[in-house]
């Protein structure tokens, strides 16, 4: 399975949520592997686990894999906001969501029934869980103990017709006592021992397959050939391996040819890749949300101790007990977290695509990144570091299991950030302004419109400005939060009033008006030319620099002691909105 236009990888996601920075990583692998050698990228929708999945969450995957730059070949089908059309079934092997795939599933049980290598199976959940206890309390593993009347190899058709019939079941895979091995391309071969595997459930009581025997299903019938995924579902492969052991194709979905004979499951090449975790040691999950959360309700409650899960409920929109409940580590509720995000101001770590989307970071910054945790190129920049900047077609181009690292990564929010400063800074301004205006536009639409309505040549001296310090769009909009801002607005920083323009008997005050006259009769109110406007009055005043005029300016123009360069913000605010500006500011103060 080296040909390369034989290639098909696969990234499926259970949707149950966002996705999750570690789950990018991996699709962003078997992108690159497929594209570096000619194949196909799959996504399919494993959707099987009917209560927690949702539609909504299936297309927000999508979106955040399109968004990423990580498209697919096969899979579901999805419209972006210019018509491209990403997906669909080019090859004939859908449906990509599991849910529609359950009959054929059912069929394979049936053969694996009727083959002797699996078995309707009536025990409750009660009488499972009183024998779960007993090996507990025994101190022994628990291991699901196989019926006596089933045999390896043989059909037990009474147990198929009361299955039939109707009564509650689940069909168990019949384990053979035999050596496993997992042949994995990063961690060499893995080998399990006779007897380690049980008989283990592969169709649910609710009639839909377990996770392990739908995935072992698809991945043959739809021409898996390299399976790139997290060291977390190495534990599971041994099962995978053994029913690809035990399985045939059925004639209608055998070959062209190939009807008259079985033809038996294929074992995809496997390559397990090292995980994510926090810079702390601790898996990087969506518990980081609560932990955060927790702890900084916790500090405010010892501020105020008043605050209880009752009087907190109404604020946070969230009933009391499960507040308490939140507070006591009973529950890690992802709404009673974000809730304290919003109320309280609290700055909840990034785990899932969507977070960092939020956030204002780049594409092409988070797959840079991400390629780095568990891969690298294997070159030197010309200066002998190691190389660490590429972007995806590089990555597509150079990519191989190979290069893959054994040991686990950690996930660094400081050097993530620092990329995405750089790539920010890369940008020409026309981009950023582009960029900038489009995430706006999708996280802060108010905002989208207030900038939106300042003519392009002024946003684009904001850009020179704010596109060198910004580490995220979100913190450009920070530093362009003074447009924002109403001309009449008076709530201006009081620490910066009194010690930039009360001090020395009111001396900001008595400079901002004096430089408010000069500003009628200035022609050019250009960047470069309200810098050299500003230079003059200190000069012309004997001061030994701006910082006089230019804090007491700067006040009025944003309410606050810090902003961009005031060449750049007073353009982009306009005459008339600068000069209402600062009338209002002498006026409040």
Same mark, same amino acid.
């Given at each position: 399975?080296?040909?390369?236009?034989?290639?098909?990888?696969?990234?499926?996601?259970?949707?149950?949520?966002?996705?999750?920075?570690?789950?990018?990583?991996?699709?962003?692998?078997? %992108?690159?592997?497929?594209?570096?050698?000619?194949?196909?990228?799959?996504?399919?929708?494993?959707?099987?686990?009917?209560?927690?999945?949702?539609?909504?969450?299936?297309?927000?995957?999508?979106?955040?894999?399109? %968004?990423?730059?990580?498209?697919?070949?096969?899979?579901?089908?999805?419209?972006?906001?210019?018509?491209?059309?990403?997906?669909? $079934?080019?090859?004939?092997?859908?449906?990509?969501?599991?849910?529609?795939?359950?009959?054929?599933?059912?069929?394979?049980?049936?053969?694996?029934? #009727?083959?002797?290598?699996?078995?309707?199976?009536?025990?409750?959940?009660?009488?499972?869980?009183?024998?779960? &206890?007993?090996?507990?309390?025994?101190?022994?593993?628990?291991?699901?103990?196989?019926?006596?009347?089933?045999?390896?190899?043989?059909?037990?058709?009474?147990?198929?017709?009361?299955?039939?019939?109707?009564?509650?079941?689940?069909?168990?895979?019949?384990?053979?006592?035999?050596?496993?091995?997992?042949?994995?391309?990063?961690?060499?071969?893995?080998?399990?021992?006779?007897?380690?595997?049980?008989?283990?459930?592969?169709?649910?009581?609710?009639?839909?397959?377990?996770?392990? @025997?739908?995935?072992?299903?698809?991945?043959?019938?739809?021409?898996?050939?390299?399976?790139?995924?997290?060291?977390?579902?190495?534990?599971?492969?041994?099962?995978?391996?053994?029913?690809?052991?035990?399985?045939?194709?059925?004639?209608?979905?055998?070959?062209?040819?190939?009807?008259?004979?079985?033809?038996?499951?294929?074992?995809?090449?496997?390559?397990?890749?090292?995980?994510?975790?926090?810079? $702390?040691?601790?898996?990087?999950?969506?518990?980081?949300?609560?932990?955060?959360?927790?702890?900084?309700?916790?500090?405010?409650?010892?501020?105020?101790?008043?605050?209880?899960?009752?009087? =907190?409920?109404?604020?946070?929109?969230?009933?009391?007990?499960?507040?308490?409940?939140?507070?006591?580590?009973?529950?890690?509720?992802?709404?009673?977290?974000?809730?304290?995000?919003?109320?309280?101001?609290?700055?909840?770590?990034?785990?899932?695509?969507?977070?960092?989307?939020?956030?204002?970071?780049?594409?092409?910054?988070?797959?840079?990144?991400?390629?780095?945790?568990?891969?690298?190129?294997?070159? #030197?920049?010309?200066?002998? &570091?190691?190389?660490? &900047?590429?972007?995806?077609? @590089?990555?597509?181009?150079? @990519?191989?299991?190979?290069?893959?690292?054994?040991?686990?990564?950690? @996930?660094?929010?400081?050097?993530?950030?620092?990329?995405?400063?750089?790539?920010?800074?890369?940008?020409?301004?026309?981009?950023?302004?582009?960029?900038?205006?489009? %995430?706006?536009?999708?996280?802060?639409?108010?905002?989208?419109?207030?900038?939106?309505?300042?003519?392009?040549?002024?946003?684009?001296?904001?850009?020179?400005?704010? #596109?060198?310090?910004?580490?995220?769009?979100?913190?450009?909009?920070?530093?362009?939060?003074?447009?924002?801002?109403?001309?009449?607005?008076?709530?201006?920083?009081?620490?910066?009033?009194? #010690?930039?323009?009360?001090?020395?008997?009111?001396?900001?005050?008595? =400079?901002?008006?004096?430089?408010?006259?000069?500003?009628?009769?200035? =022609?050019?109110?250009?960047?470069?030319?309200?810098?050299?406007?500003?230079?003059?009055?200190?000069?012309?005043?004997?001061?030994?620099?701006?910082?006089?005029?230019?804090?007491?300016?700067?006040?009025?123009?944003?309410?606050?002691?810090?902003?961009?360069?005031?060449?750049?913000?007073?353009?982009?605010?306009?005459?008339?909105?600068?000069?209402?500006?600062?009338?209002?500011?002498?006026?409040?103060?």
């Amino acid at each position: 399975m080296t040909a390369s236009d034989h290639v098909v990888t696969r990234f499926a996601p259970s949707p149950t949520g966002h996705l999750h920075i570690g789950g990018a990583r991996s699709a962003l692998f078997c %992108w690159a592997f497929a594209r570096r050698n000619g194949g196909r990228f799959m996504i399919r929708i494993e959707d099987t686990d009917q209560a927690r999945s949702s539609d909504e969450s299936a297309r927000g995957i999508l979106e955040d894999l399109a %968004w990423l730059g990580i498209e697919w070949d096969d899979g579901p089908s999805l419209t972006l906001a210019d018509g491209r059309v990403i997906g669909a $079934d080019s090859r004939p092997v859908g449906p990509y969501f599991q849910a529609q795939r359950v009959p054929i599933y059912h069929a394979y049980i049936e053969a694996l029934v #009727k083959a002797g290598r699996a078995y309707p199976a009536f025990e409750d959940a009660a009488e499972l869980e009183a024998k779960r &206890k007993a090996a507990v309390a025994a101190k022994q593993t628990y291991r699901y103990e196989r019926p006596a009347d089933v045999k390896p190899g043989v059909f037990n058709a009474a147990r198929w017709e009361r299955a039939q019939s109707g009564e509650p079941h689940v069909v168990r895979f019949l384990a053979l006592h035999e050596e496993i091995i997992v042949p994995d391309q990063v961690l060499g071969d893995v080998r399990i021992a006779a007897g380690e595997l049980d008989d283990f459930v592969i169709l649910k009581a609710d009639r839909f397959p377990t996770y392990h @025997f739908a995935v072992v299903i698809d991945d043959e019938l739809m021409g898996v050939t390299h399976v790139l995924r997290a060291q977390e579902h190495l534990a599971n492969t041994p099962r995978h391996v053994a029913m690809q052991k035990a399985l045939v194709r059925l004639p209608q979905h055998s070959p062209p040819g190939s009807e008259s004979r079985a033809t038996p499951f294929r074992t995809p090449v496997y390559a397990h890749m090292p995980l994510i975790f926090n810079v $702390d040691g601790t898996k990087m999950s969506k518990r980081d949300k609560a932990k955060a959360a927790r702890a900084a309700l916790q500090a405010k409650i010892k501020q105020e101790p008043a605050l209880t899960a009752d009087v =907190l409920a109404p604020r946070l929109g969230a009933a009391a007990p499960d507040i308490a409940g939140f507070l006591a580590k009973d529950n890690d509720s992802l709404e009673v977290a974000t809730a304290i995000s919003r109320v309280f101001g609290v700055a909840l770590p990034e785990i899932e695509v969507a977070d960092f989307r939020a956030a204002g970071y780049l594409p092409e910054a988070i797959c840079n990144y991400l390629a780095l945790l568990g891969w690298n190129p294997g070159m #030197k920049t010309e200066d002998g &570091k190691d190389l660490e &900047k590429f972007d995806n077609a @590089f990555l597509a181009e150079h @990519f191989s299991i190979e290069r893959i690292g054994k040991t686990n990564s950690k @996930f660094d929010r400081n050097k993530l950030l620092s990329f995405n400063g750089d790539a920010i800074a890369a940008l020409s301004d026309d981009a950023f302004i582009d960029r900038w205006m489009a %995430w706006m536009r999708e996280f802060e639409p108010a905002a989208a419109d207030r900038i939106g309505a300042v003519p392009r040549d002024r946003l684009a001296a904001l850009a020179a400005a704010i #596109k060198p310090r910004a580490k995220t769009l979100r913190e450009g909009l920070k530093s362009a939060a003074f447009l924002l801002r109403d001309d009449e607005a008076t709530d201006f920083e009081a620490k910066a009033v009194e #010690k930039h323009m009360r001090a020395d008997d009111g001396r900001g005050v008595k =400079l901002l008006r004096e430089f408010r006259e000069t500003l009628n009769a200035l =022609l050019d109110w250009s960047p470069a030319g309200l810098a050299a406007h500003l230079d003059a009055f200190a000069q012309a005043n004997g001061l030994p620099n701006p910082g006089p005029i230019a804090q007491p300016l700067r006040i009025a123009l944003t309410g606050a002691a810090v902003s961009p360069g005031l060449g750049e913000t007073m353009a982009v605010i306009g005459r008339l909105s600068c000069l209402k500006r600062i009338d209002t500011c002498l006026h409040a103060v």
